[in-house]
């Protein structure tokens, strides 16, 4: 069975620059997470799907940051303008129903 | 605000050292899960604990749910350079708006010397 896949592992942007992340899940998970890990800290959840819809986006810094899921399975994050301090791994993880959830291997993204 | 708390954040062992990491909240869980992360890598399912009080085991590494569902532990046993990694605990909320959402401890960095 194929992991969640991510794309790209590393971007390097400027500040103020735009930058977007992409993420397969798992086939079949309706569940869609999109985390931020600052070095050395846990996860920090952005958004979560429940197919295409939003289930809870409390901790999206919506100014800046978008996230959509067409058709409830492949999404992507946007980050716009992108500040120093978003640099970070940007996790994306899946899930069916009530399994454990799985992470794809980040994208690492530095912003100078 | 629903946390999860972990202890120790960051610990340094000599190999053949037992260890245990705790992660603490106020929230009930329906489950809670533990994963370990590499550099440069997603983090790792190691165990999904379910049941209050539960007890479970993978080779030198017992996991325990409380019985209140709101706290969990890790303990190595005998731990190896192999081990070293950051250590993650993460709890499940089954009801209301907050269903499915899967928040993480701070994590636990921890490095076995040789």
């Known amino acids: 069975e194929a992991g969640v896949a991510q794309s790209p592992r590393y971007k390097i942007i400027e500040k103020r620059q735009s930058v977007a992340f992409w993420c397969n899940p798992i086939?079949?998970?309706?569940?869609l997470y999109w985390y931020q890990q600052i070095l050395g800290q846990g996860p920090k959840l952005l958004i979560q799907?429940?197919?295409?819809?939003?289930?809870?986006d409390s901790q999206l810094p919506k100014d800046r940051f978008s996230a959509e899921r067409l058709k409830g399975v492949d999404s992507t994050l946007k980050i716009q303008p992108a500040k120093l301090e978003d640099s970070a791994v940007y996790l994306c993880?899946?899930?069916?129903?009530?399994?454990?959830?799985?992470f794809g291997q980040g994208t690492r993204l530095t912003v100078v | 605000t629903q946390l999860l708390k972990q202890s120790p954040q960051f610990l340094s062992i000599q190999e053949g050292e037992n260890l245990t990491v705790y992660c603490n909240s106020s929230?009930?869980?329906?489950?809670l899960q533990w994963y370990r992360q590499e550099p440069g890598e997603g983090p790792v399912l190691l165990v999904t604990?379910?049941?209050?009080?539960e007890v479970k085991k993978l080779k030198r590494l017992t996991f325990q749910f409380g019985d209140a569902r709101k706290d969990s532990s890790l303990h190595i046993t005998a731990a190896q350079t192999g081990d070293t990694g950051l250590y993650l605990c993460?709890?499940?909320?089954?009801?209301?708006?907050?269903?499915?959402?899967?928040?993480f401890g701070q994590g636990t960095i921890l490095t076995v010397h040789p």
């Open positions: 993880a899946s899930r069916h129903r009530k399994t454990e959830a799985f």
């Open positions: 086939s079949g998970h309706a569940t």
């Open positions: 799907f429940q197919n295409n819809g939003v289930v809870d």
């Open positions: 929230s009930v869980f329906s489950s």
């Open positions: 604990v379910v049941t209050g009080g």
């Open positions: 993460a709890g499940a909320y089954a009801g209301g708006t907050s269903y499915g959402k899967l928040t």
